[in-house]
């Protein structure tokens, strides 16, 4: 076993949109030009088109039940937007820009590894497991007045990766949410490697 912690490269916010109106048409439509004018604002302030990905996408009658029944409040388009960036500093400007574009939904902040990063650190923790797997190994046929073999098998029993994720205090979007994005600061990020080795004993 190894457990490994490293700075993260990768910052992930998730903003959205909810519009209620009393048709399904204008509600989306509503939706609609305030995540394109979101994506524009943030293409503006250089974030990639690739690094805008849309989370979810809802559309529903909404409705309130009470004691005389279901009554029908309108219909309500949601969406979400994940946007990801390896520069921590524009994780406050891309929650402002989302904000002044229409966004009305701050969830959280994620700081992660990049895929390419957390395979490379996936490599040194397996690495790391391998070489305590050896030494408890060594200690445990010491115990026996053994010494180790040839290895018979190596398996990766599993491999865990927690990224740190910020939950907003201030979801409504606002300019108290913009102020907390701003202040949100990255974790350290844990990986933890398993891997099981069979020796011969001699």
């Known amino acids: 076993t190894s457990e ?41 302030k250089g974030i990639k088109e690739e690094d805008i990905q849309t ?4 559309l529903y009658e909404d409705k309130t039940w009470t004691q005389s029944g279901e009554k029908s409040n309108g219909w309500r388009a949601t969406q979400t937007l ?3 960036t390896t520069d921590f500093s524009k994780v406050g ?9 229409g966004a009305n ?3 959280n902040i994620e700081f992660s590894l990049s895929p390419d990063k957390e395979a490379e650190y996936k490599n040194q923790a397996i690495a790391e497991a391998t070489a305590n797997a050896r030494t408890k190994a060594e200690t445990m046929a010491k115990g ?5 073999g040839r290895v018979v098998s190596v398996s990766e029993s599993n491999f865990n990766y927690y990224p740190y994720r910020y939950d907003m205090m201030n979801k409504a979007a606002g300019s108290m949410a913009v ?9 350290d990020v844990t990986l933890t ?10």
């Open 82 to 84: 994940k946007i990801k």
């Open 55 to 58: 989370e979810s996408l809802n």
């Open 105 to 107: 939904e701050i969830n």
């Open 144 to 148: 026996l007045n053994a010494k180790l």
């Open 193 to 202: 490697a398993n891997i099981n080795v069979v020796y011969e004993i001699k």
């Open 179 to 187: 102020s907390e994005s701003a202040q949100v600061m990255p974790k």
């Open 93 to 101: 400007s891309i929650v402002d820009v989302a904000v002044k574009n």
């Open 4 to 44: 490994l912690i490293f700075k993260p490269d990768q910052a992930k916010v998730w903003v959205g949109i909810s519009v209620l109106k009393p048709n399904a048409e204008d509600a989306q439509a509503e939706a609609n030009k305030a995540i394109n004018a979101i994506i524009d604002g943030l293409r503006y």
